[in-house]
């Protein structure tokens, strides 16, 4: 067990975003540092043609993912996630996608170290409401669990701790606003988190403000002090306001990011949930 802050596992972020006046997808930003040119990369091209999230395995140690944003059915940014899995790393990265019984079935995977979890998962089915795939199917939103090992929610718990699993994130991809495509699912431990921290936030009825409801921090990490945000407020206003992904290096354009970043993270990223046309919650990954 790690006794101080465990980096985040995640090396490269690239995210393009379209643009209207040319009508394509153009690089954005990015971790370390903004990609160069359109999205050619072959991965981040499956997810966009398909309108769904797409993993691999590149090598023995490094692992992708490709996440298109979609607002009804459109893709209007695509993020690409680069994982360095060491040795010792364990992680697993799961699309669960709908079967002819209308149930979620485990149609995409990568692990890491996981090798029990890698062989019972293919035979597990989620019931829409059941385990964090048909939880997030039923939310239509990112749910996160900070205790995977503990969760009843979580069907696989017992897998989970004997793996030393800990950290759980579900991400929906709607097709539409009531249409779900897939779940991408990321599961990672305390020692080698994929994230630092994550949150969710929902608006107020009024659109004024976001409301943090769900978090999860990794080992040593203090949480900022912030429960609200206005509209167009820091990072996360930000992303619900322009409705694309938002990311800052620094705390320079949001001081509530100052003890994060203090506490050794590289980058905030905001990602935008859509249902349909309906921005319904923003999803913030530090790393």
Same mark, same amino acid.
Request: proline share 6%.
């Given at each position: 067990?790690?006794?101080?802050?465990?980096?985040?596992?995640?090396?490269?972020?690239?995210?393009?975003?379209?643009?209207?006046?040319?009508?394509?997808?153009?690089?954005?930003?990015?971790?370390?540092?903004?990609?160069?040119?359109?999205?050619?990369?072959?991965?981040?091209?499956?997810?966009?043609?398909?309108?769904?999230?797409?993993?691999?395995?590149?090598?023995?140690?490094?692992?992708?993912?490709?996440?298109?944003?979609?607002?009804?059915?459109?893709?209007?940014?695509?993020?690409?996630?680069?994982?360095?899995?060491?040795?010792?790393?364990?992680?697993?990265?799961?699309?669960?996608?709908?079967?002819?019984?209308?149930?979620?079935?485990?149609?995409?995977?990568?692990?890491?170290?996981?090798?029990?979890?890698?062989?019972?998962?293919?035979?597990?089915?989620?019931?829409?409401?059941?385990?964090?795939?048909?939880?997030?199917?039923?939310?239509?939103?990112?749910?996160?669990?900070?205790?995977?090992?503990?969760?009843?929610?979580?069907?696989?718990?017992?897998?989970?701790?004997?793996? @030393?699993?800990? %950290?759980?994130?579900? *991400? $929906?991809? !709607?097709?539409?606003?009531?249409?779900?495509?897939?779940? #991408? /699912?990321? +599961?990672?431990?305390?020692?080698?988190?994929?994230?630092?921290?994550?949150?969710?936030?929902?608006?107020?009825?009024?659109?004024?403000?976001?409301?943090?409801?769900?978090?999860?921090?990794?080992?040593?990490?203090?949480?900022?002090?912030?429960?609200?945000?206005?509209?167009?407020?820091?990072?996360? @206003?930000?992303? %619900?306001?322009?409705? *694309? $992904?938002? !990311?800052?290096?620094?705390?320079?354009?949001?001081?509530? #990011? /100052?003890? +994060?970043?203090?506490?050794?993270?590289?980058?905030?990223?905001?990602?935008?949930?859509?249902?349909?046309?309906?921005?319904?919650?923003?999803?913030?990954?530090?790393?």
């Amino acid at each position: 067990m790690t006794t101080t802050i465990a980096p985040s596992v995640l090396t490269n972020i690239s995210v393009w975003v379209h643009n209207e006046n040319a009508g394509q997808l153009i690089a954005a930003c990015g971790y370390p540092a903004a990609p160069e040119g359109p999205p050619n990369h072959d991965l981040i091209q499956q997810a966009i043609s398909e309108r769904r999230s797409a993993i691999r395995s590149v090598g023995e140690d490094t692992l992708e993912i490709a996440l298109p944003i979609l607002i009804t059915n459109e893709v209007v940014a695509a993020i690409l996630f680069t994982v360095h899995a060491t040795d010792d790393c364990k992680i697993a990265l799961e699309r669960w996608s709908r079967t002819d019984r209308d149930e979620l079935g485990l149609t995409e995977s990568a692990y890491r170290g996981l090798q029990h979890f890698e062989t019972i998962s293919p035979y597990v089915k989620f019931p829409r409401g059941s385990g964090l795939p048909g939880e997030t199917w039923d939310d239509r939103k990112s749910r996160i669990i900070a205790r995977i090992d503990q969760s009843k929610a979580f069907m696989r718990a017992a897998g989970a701790r004997k793996e @030393g699993l800990r %950290y759980g994130l579900g *991400i $929906p991809i !709607m097709a539409t606003e009531h249409e779900l495509e897939c779940v #991408l /699912v990321i +599961l990672s431990t305390v020692d080698f988190p994929f994230q630092q921290a994550m949150e969710t936030w929902l608006p107020s009825e009024d659109q004024t403000e976001l409301s943090l409801v769900q978090s999860s921090y990794a080992v040593g990490i203090t949480p900022p002090p912030r429960s609200a945000v206005s509209y167009g407020e820091g990072i996360v @206003g930000q992303c %619900y306001a322009s409705r *694309i $992904p938002v !990311m800052m290096h620094n705390a320079d354009d949001d001081a509530t #990011l /100052v003890p +994060l970043f203090d506490q050794g993270a590289r980058f905030a990223l905001a990602l935008p949930i859509f249902n349909g046309d309906r921005l319904v919650q923003v999803l913030t990954l530090w790393g």
